[in-house]
């Protein structure tokens, strides 16, 4: 018989203290919540490769980031953080990484053959190295925007619990 294939995922934890996050724990909270729903989603197979990470991550979180390629914030990423965008110093973009790394082994539920599935999850400890989740965020940059588009309607104002029509 073939030896169990285990591996220790535990994407629950996200760290409270992140010494580059200049954030709020709403923003951290809302950050677990994006993980809990992207674990809902069914496992999606990608090639074992930097893009196919890169797809993996935008699969499970791209309506969430985006990458800004024009005007005076080029090169920046904006995140949604539960009540708008905001500027990422790109904290954010990493945690929303390495989950999507720690959520490969998802993908090896639907196979029986044990060679495939060790595959799987060996490319999921890979993918969790540094070089992997950079390669992933930087490549996931395709999901960009213009920031002209995320304040386009100058009658609309943004609040706390809602927003105001002028």
């Known amino acids: 018989s073939a030896p169990e294939l285990a591996i220790d995922i535990d994407i629950d934890e996200i760290p409270r ?25 069914p496992a999606l197979l990608k ?17 969430n980031i985006r990458y800004v390629w024009m005007g005076q914030r080029k090169g920046k990423w904006v995140t ?3 009540k708008r965008w905001r500027f990422d ?15 490969i082994p998802d993908e090896a539920a639907d196979f029986d053959d044990a060679k495939f599935r060790a595959a799987i999850l060996n490319w999921s400890k ?5 070089g992997k989740i950079n390669s992933a965020s930087s490549l996931a940059r395709v999901h960009k925007i213009d920031l002209s588009t995320l304040d386009a309607n100058p009658w609309l104002f943004n609040l706390q619990n809602g927003t105001i029509d002028l």
């Open 17 to 41: 203290e992140i010494p580059t996050l200049p954030t709020s724990p709403e923003s951290l909270n809302f950050m677990q919540q994006l993980i809990a729903e992207a674990k809902k989603k």
């Open 47 to 63: 090639s074992f490769t930097d893009v196919g990470n890169a797809e993996r991550l935008t699969y499970r979180f791209g309506e």
């Open 80 to 82: 949604w953080d539960g």
């Open 89 to 103: 110093d790109g904290a954010h973009l990493i945690l929303l990484s390495i989950a999507s790394a720690k959520m």
């Open 126 to 130: 890979a993918s969790q190295s540094e």
